[in-house]
């Protein structure tokens, strides 16, 4: 066949597999829910919108398939915020399996259950927040008093009661007991370690030292010696939960060390069968942050054929709508 009769043989082919359709605009009505937005920015063809409709329904299909391992991962920072409720809402109407994070998702959690946060200004004067003992988060104010001070005064005394049969547990198991314990605290219903414990669903911390209350075991351990992390029980749990899932799927928000350890781990079944990333960072830096869901096709993490959706933007707004859109559906 000569040249040019090929090239347009095959163009001919690309436009026929070529699937139109048409953009619709989004007609906003009187007591519209969410999920009717959502679906409607589904129809609109539009940028970002597009996107977020898209990961709901992906979101929507790992959630409701049945032998499908759901995983949630985020960093601590929007436990500071008024997410902290939605991912607690997760929990606690069973769309998540497996949590993986940060160690200051645990104490804004802990804080926030004995004392209040506030809101703030991105364009505080740092220097009078320091003189006056509290700390910026973004546009969120955490005050000394509500911090540091309270995780030491209330884990310590818990950690008496946890280690006294054991003294090498894992993450998981650590975290677990101290959420059985906050049972007994008022206001326990609106805790994420609590809920987590509720519903059995085990919270991983790869970097527990990395925060408070990484920093109050290592304290309870100079005077209890044979304390012992053992991270090798969390990752053998992690193992054991992606090798025997039938389908295993992620909403990742943000990445760092939480995102690496849900594609780390299902490289080894094959990949995910659904992933949902959002994320604010860019990827032109060669970060782990900055990687799209593509990326990760690469390394075997994320199935090549995997239901997956990148959807860039605040996480303070993209999964509160995501899971608004869940509620209508699901529950």
């Given at each position: 066949m000569?040249?040019?009769?090929?090239k347009e043989s095959e163009l001919t082919e690309t436009?026929?597999?070529?699937?139109?359709?048409?953009?619709?605009?989004?007609?906003?009505?009187?007591?519209?829910?969410?999920?009717?937005?959502?679906?409607?920015?589904?129809?609109?063809?539009?940028?970002?919108?597009?996107?977020?409709?898209?990961?709901?329904?992906?979101?929507?299909?790992m959630?409701?398939?049945?032998?499908?391992?759901?995983?949630?991962?985020?960093?601590?920072?929007?436990?500071?915020?008024?997410?902290?409720?939605?991912?607690?809402?997760m929990v606690r109407n069973r769309m998540v399996d497996l949590i993986i994070t940060t160690c200051g998702c645990l104490d804004h959690d802990l804080s926030r259950l004995y004392a209040d946060y506030y809101k703030g200004d991105f364009m505080m004067d740092d220097a009078f927040l320091r003189e006056?003992?509290?700390?910026?988060?973004?546009?969120?104010?955490?005050?000394?008093?509500?911090?540091?001070a309270v995780l030491e005064d209330e884990l310590l005394p818990m950690f008496d009661e946890i280690f006294a049969e054991t003294q090498s547990m894992a993450t998981h198991e650590i975290i677990d007991r101290v959420g059985?314990?906050?049972?007994?605290?008022?206001?326990?219903?609106?805790?994420?370690?609590?809920?987590?414990?509720?519903?059995?669903?085990?919270?991983?911390?790869?970097?527990?030292?990395?925060?408070?209350?990484?920093?109050?075991?290592?304290?309870?351990?100079?005077t209890h010696r044979k304390l012992r992390i053992d991270l090798f029980?969390?990752?053998?749990?992690?193992s054991?939960?992606?090798?025997?899932?039938?389908?295993?799927?992620?909403?990742?928000?943000?990445?760092?060390i939480s995102k690496h350890h849900?594609?780390?781990?299902?490289?080894?079944?094959?990949?995910?069968?659904?992933?949902?990333?959002?994320?604010?960072?860019?990827?032109y830096d060669g970060s782990l942050s900055g990687a799209r869901i593509r990326e990760a096709v690469s390394w075997g993490k994320v199935k090549s054929d995997a239901k997956k959706m990148t959807v860039e933007g605040d996480a303070t707004i993209t999964l509160p709508l995501i899971y608004a859109g869940l509620a209508d559906r699901i529950l």
């Open positions: 000569p040249m040019h009769s090929r436009q026929r597999r070529l699937e139109k359709v048409p953009v619709r605009d989004i007609r906003i009505t009187r007591g519209m829910t969410v999920d009717g937005m959502l679906r409607a920015m589904g129809r609109a063809g539009g940028f970002t919108a597009q996107k977020l409709a898209d990961a709901t329904d992906i979101a929507e299909r959630i409701t398939r049945k032998g499908c391992l759901r995983i949630l991962s985020f960093p601590a920072c929007i436990m500071a915020t008024g997410t902290r409720g939605v991912i607690v809402d006056n003992e509290v700390s910026r988060l973004g546009n969120v104010l955490v005050p000394d008093a509500c911090y540091g059985e314990r906050l049972g007994r605290v008022r206001g326990h219903e609106g805790s994420l370690l609590w809920n987590a414990h509720a519903n059995h669903v085990p919270i991983v911390v790869p970097g527990i030292t990395d925060g408070s209350f990484g920093c109050q075991l290592w304290m309870y351990y100079q029980a969390d990752e053998q749990m992690l054991e939960m992606t090798n025997g899932a039938r389908y295993a799927g992620a909403i990742i928000v943000g990445g760092g849900v594609i780390w781990w299902n490289q080894f079944r094959g990949g995910l069968d659904y992933c949902i990333y959002l994320t604010t960072a860019e990827e």
